[in-house]
């Protein structure tokens, strides 16, 4: 007697596994990924102090893999996606890297081996579970932050990142809610995750912090005008309120772009006492004993016409410690308008800045791809042991995106920059970036 197999098992099997196979086409139809490469030069001449090093060379190839998920169908839907990066050395003597790794420090570019070398090659993965709901949405791995009081670097060969839990919620028709803790961070040298500080807490070995607990939210009035409030609290360290409004208004010829910035930042746990500044929980600054004590005014005002855009910005800051932000020494970003190419951010207790800056675009002239930017800061009052000093910064940057789809997504740029300062630590240097950059869809 023969026995007949029968379908009955594999076609209940296929009809448990359906609704998941269905909520699953989401997930896989709406994602995408692109390959960005990243082709960056360095150097950087520092034209005053005799400390190692006077100049910094740095040559290296980046690749970004980025990977992002749609989701699963359904009332709650769940995703996940992915962003590996490798970067490669391909230029970089010890005496133009200079970092030795008893400093805990890479180089402009690469980390830094045991015997102050750039390493040959540096790579990381990271991995983001989301879930959403509605229009809310969480997050939970690695994280790109692009916020009033935390903002990811990325101007050079592999962008910082942060772990933590990010949710940001639009269920409330002209109104982004975002909130949620940051934990540990990887700086745009290196391949680690490590914990938070802020200039003043001693370096590279000195004390952190695994909490950054933020909230905050945007709205748009109108189509024209947003207003925002932001706050952010590393544990320990500080504690900064944001305002902000961005208002857009036509002109009879032109358009004239208003945006105003105001940060109060206080102390945190451990910086409000004696005690823990003595730990080494401290802010950079002078007469402040370490503790946190800034607050930040600035309006920056720019009008544009045809190809042109021309910008007027202040800012000053109050209080006797510099402008505390997430800042590890290894390269870290602001929300200030006085962040620029150089670094030195113009945030020291008491500085006031004029900014002034170019910028064009040929299209208007029939070179669509082609801009320039031509930007001037000056910076005085800043508090000091010698008295009030100053600095200023001058950047010029020149940007082609090539044109047809044959090269879609490649684009070359030259950025040169000079910084001089009296501030004893503030080095005078002269800079030069060449980048280029090649963005290539997957699927």
């Known amino acids: 007697m023969s026995c007949k197999r029968s379908s009955f098992a594999p076609g209940l099997i296929a009809l448990a596994l359906a609704p998941l196979t269905s909520q699953a086409a989401g997930l896989i139809e709406d994602s995408h990924a692109r390959l960005e490469m990243r082709n960056i030069y360095f150097n950087q001449d520092n034209r005053s102090g005799s400390a190692n090093p006077s100049k910094q060379e740095e040559w290296g190839q980046g690749f970004l893999f980025d990977f992002t998920s749609g989701y699963t169908e359904g009332a709650v839907g769940v995703g996940v996606d992915a962003l590996g990066m490798l970067g490669i050395r391909l230029d970089s003597g010890k005496g133009t890297h200079y970092n030795p790794q008893s400093t805990n420090r890479g180089g402009l570019v690469f980390p830094s081996d045991s015997d102050g070398r750039a390493v040959d090659e540096f790579s990381t993965l990271g991995v983001t579970g989301k879930l959403r709901v509605a229009k809310t949405e969480a997050r939970l791995g690695t994280l790109r ?11 050079r060969l592999l962008p910082e990142t942060f772990e933590g839990l990010q949710i940001t919620s639009r269920d409330l028709d002209s109104f982004t809610f975002t909130g949620g803790q940051i934990q540990r961070v990887k700086s745009r040298n290196s391949s680690n995750n490590e914990g938070m500080a802020i200039a003043g807490a001693g370096g590279p070995f000195g004390k952190r912090s695994n909490a950054f607990n933020f909230f905050g939210v945007d709205y748009a009035v109108s189509r024209d005008l947003t207003l925002q ?92 410690s510099d402008f505390p932000f997430v800042n590890q020494g290894d390269g870290s970003a602001t929300y ?27 299209a208007a002239v029939g070179i669509p791809g082609l801009t320039t930017l031509l930007a001037y800061q000056r910076g005085d009052n800043i508090k000091s042991a010698q008295g009030d000093q100053h600095e200023w910064e001058r950047d010029f940057w020149v940007t082609y995106a090539v044109q047809g789809e044959m090269f879609k997504g490649l684009s070359f740029s030259w950025r040169n920059a000079s910084l001089r300062s009296t501030y004893a630590n503030q080095r005078d240097l002269d800079e030069n970036r060449l980048y280029i950059t090649y963005s290539l869809p997957l699927f």
């Open 229 to 320: 409030y932001y706050y952010g609290e590393l544990e320990d360290f500080y504690r900064q309120h944001f305002v902000g409004l961005v208002h857009q208004l036509a002109l009879p010829v032109g358009s004239l772009k208003t945006d105003l910035r105001y940060f109060d930042s206080g102390p945190s746990g451990r910086n409000g006492s004696v005690a823990g500044r003595a730990e080494g929980y401290r802010s950079a600054g002078f007469g402040n004993n370490g503790k946190v004590d800034n607050q930040a005014f600035a309006g920056l005002f720019t009008y544009s016409l045809g190809g042109h855009g021309f910008s007027l910005g202040y800012q000053q800051l109050e209080g006797d």
């Open 145 to 155: 932050p692009k916020m009033p009081v935390l903002t990811l670097n990325d101007g």
């Open 336 to 362: 200030l308008i006085t962040d620029r190419q150089t670094g030195a951010r113009f945030q020291k207790a008491g500085e006031r800045t004029w900014v002034a800056q170019h910028t064009y675009n040929f």
